[in-house]
């Protein structure tokens, strides 16, 4: 007999495994729990509602699917928090899992809106998908996602759908493990002060790949890295003229890790020291890559304006670092043509004392360059100044 424990996220209430008494004094939740519930992921949760709210109102949702659904919190929100009657699919391999989503789908009266499947992931989206397609699929594994991307793709909705998509895989993803990035991903990591930027690239670009060789072509929405994992929202609809046009946005990163210069380069384009520009001419450090991978944007403005309404007609539902994750989202959204810079990492290379992200930002302004934070790092920054321009800007204060 599992040991349940009511929890509540947004306006939901529902029941999972105790996670006091499962885990114990464990700071790092396992898989081996009867029924996986992860408190930790709740921001990632709040902003999933907050983005198919935003999406949902301008695009069709009939039916939706989350085939790794642990406890079932996920869609759990989705029914009761997000405007709508449209249908879910709610599906774990565990079987106490699956008994522990029906206890909380018959605990919220959705009986009439919620299929509840045990099953393998992969399976269930193809088979479920057979008779009408999914316009929405919410792939949220524990580890890597790269299994689940083909079946999911070819689930979705070909006239339009929403695919959200969870990585905690970290390290094959931040560089410590470029071969298994470049089988999983489809591109090579590298450590760098960035590598959670070249993580989500490498996520969007894997699915680039899989939607491209299924006709279809996906706007990336929205892009979170935070915590343990990075999450992205993509949306996806059959166009051979769009996913074409989308290969220009698929290509390399090219860094120095003396002199911490960066540059996209087309996947065209072979990676060369050859019209690489350092932070300085005496430089002549070697050349590291990452990708191939996505380098065009993350963000889509609309979405994070509309997901930004809808929170502030209830912002105590959501967590407190919501609010200001969508700030800086929105800022950042038009300046990810040019990769952050972590003014701490460019301190300690170039032997400078740290200065306030506020001073270096004023001055950048001042100097002509367009800057904004990220929220992918606190002491980092986006920029059209060039890494010797910032460089020097630190130096003169």
Known sequence: MIIEKEYAEGRTKFLSADLEHYAGN???LKTDLPVFYNPRMRINRDLSVLFLSAYKKNSPLERICEPLAGCGVRTLRYLNECPGEFHAVISDVNPHAV???????????FQERVTVKKGDA???????SRDKRFDFADIDPF???APYLTAAIQSLAPRQALLGVTATDMPVLCGAQPKIAQRKYGGLSIRTPFSH???????????FDIAAMNDLGITPLASLSTDHYV???????????????ETKKIGYVLYCRDCMATQFLPLGLLPSKEGFEHERADCGGRLYFAGPLWIGELYDLQTLETAQHILWQDPGLYDPRVPKLLDTMKEESSLTDYIYTDLHALCDLHGLQSRSIEQVMSSLKEAG??????????TAIRTTAPI???VDIIRQH
């Open 143 to 145: 580890g890597s996602p």
């Open 122 to 128: 992969k399976i269930l989206l193809l088979t479920e």
């Open 231 to 245: 999450r992205i929202w993509l949306k996806t609809k059959t166009s051979c003229i769009d996913s074409n046009a």
């Open 197 to 207: 930027e070249l993580a989500i690239r490498l996520l969007i670009g894997r699915v």
């Open 369 to 378: 360059y367009e800057v904004c934070r990220t929220h992918f790092r606190p």
């Open 26 to 28: 464990r700071r790092q």
């Open 99 to 109: 008994e522990m989503i029906e206890k909380n789908v018959g605990r919220l009266g």
């Open 388 to 390: 010797r321009e910032l």
